[in-house]
């Protein structure tokens, strides 16, 4: 499953340089782990439970290292562009977004609006990148199964690991999932992912900008409804009564799966699926309304497990549910299966018809921030969170 690419190599190359850089002594010079990491991984393989803190204290340290090398990588032009994941070689492609302006929300007289849709509020949007397609399995189980029997699964680090002398092995990765994620459907090539939590979704993210020197994150609420929309200000980025034509739903309520990415039309900006298929996680925490945001790029960076935006609707969907405004709210109902106390931070068990798209920005955050974007999703559920209903 993984092959060794030139830019695999490179990422390994990096790794050492700036270790070195760092100020390693000469006679450590072989050593591309630090110490104190391998000291801390080993304190995990003790015992896991809730009161230790998902994210190890390594974690800073990992990511000053990988903004460094997204600092000293990332450029070109602000455009479309199909690259692979170095360490598997799997392709994926970006759309180049546009910046400009847009009336977030749904107009008062818009057919089965909810309330949480409004008011509508005009936001601006800097330029960014999408994802043209959901994320497929073929993506995302390389960074998920990279943990097998002989390896420790709380933090993806091997059982001995001061052999780990990779920096992307030290990006946490996904335990066991309690249940088979797909729920039956086909996790062949192409076929859309489902079922993780928010945390492993950024932790992926986190993977993808190590090994590709881009910054990689869940696109903001904002940035996700102004993609769909695609300059248009209707129900939906196509003629209503052509949506079949553009989206994977379920108007008789008997679909049973969804479908390989991309089988329907894009949209207006040549993204696929932003109507159905699966839903889609996005960066921000749940908040019913718009009154709140900036005017510029608003992000709302989450504080707790549950109350997390999902867009998008799904094939498991009515057309109300794929709308351009509509909303919806993660819950932990998408965990009813789930016996285990805790309950996984990386697997959902009832969310089979949630998924993800990359989002990528032109402006690099600053070390703080990408540390609390990439593990925002570093939590459990606890005494005291606000309670959200299943939908809008």
Known sequence: MKHRTKAGRMVRLFSCLILLANGAE???????????????????????????????????????????????????EH?????????????????????????????????????????????????????????????????????????????????????????????SAPSQPYTEPA????????????????????????????????FYRLPTEAEWEYACRAGTTGPFSCPTEKLSDYAVLDPTQTREAYEKVGTKKPNPWGLYDMHGNVMEWCLDAYLPGYGHLERKDPMSIPTQRFGRVIRGGSW???????????????????????????????????????????????????EDQMYQIWNSGAMHEKEGDKVFQLSP
């Open 183 to 214: 729920m039956g459907m086909s996790m062949e090539d192409k076929y859309p992912v489902v079922n993780m939590s928010y945390h492993a979704v950024m932790k992926f993210c986190q993977w993808l900008s190590l090994q590709t020197g881009h």
């Open 26 to 76: 000469a006679e450590e010079e072989k050593e591309k782990i630090p110490k104190h990491w391998v000291e801390e991984a080993e304190e995990y393989k003790k015992g896991y439970s809730s009161r230790r803190p998902i994210t190890p204290d390594y974690e800073r340290e990992l990511v000053k290292r990988i903004r460094e090398h997204i600092l000293a990588t990332q450029q070109g």
């Open 316 to 366: 498991y969907d009515t057309s109300e549910y794929l709308r351009s405004a509509a909303r919806w709210c993660s819950t932990n109902d998408l965990l009813m299966q789930d016996p285990q106390l805790p309950k996984s931070i990386w697997w959902l068990t009832d969310a089979y018809w949630l998924g993800f798209r990359l989002a990528r920005t032109k402006e690099i955050p600053s």
């Open 79 to 171: 455009s479309d562009y199909q690259s692979e994941i170095p360490e598997t070689g799997v392709e994926y492609e970006m759309i180049a977004i546009p910046g400009g302006s847009f009336l977030m929300g749904s107009p008062e007289d818009e057919k089965d609006r909810n309330l949480d849709e409004g008011p509508q509020r005009e936001i601006e949007v800097s330029d960014f990148w999408m994802g043209k397609f959901e994320v497929t399995w073929d993506q995302f189980m390389p960074y998920a199964v990279r943990t097998s029997s002989e390896i420790y699964t709380i933090l993806g680090t091997p059982r001995n690991p001061e052999n780990a002398e990779e920096l992307v092995h030290w990006v």
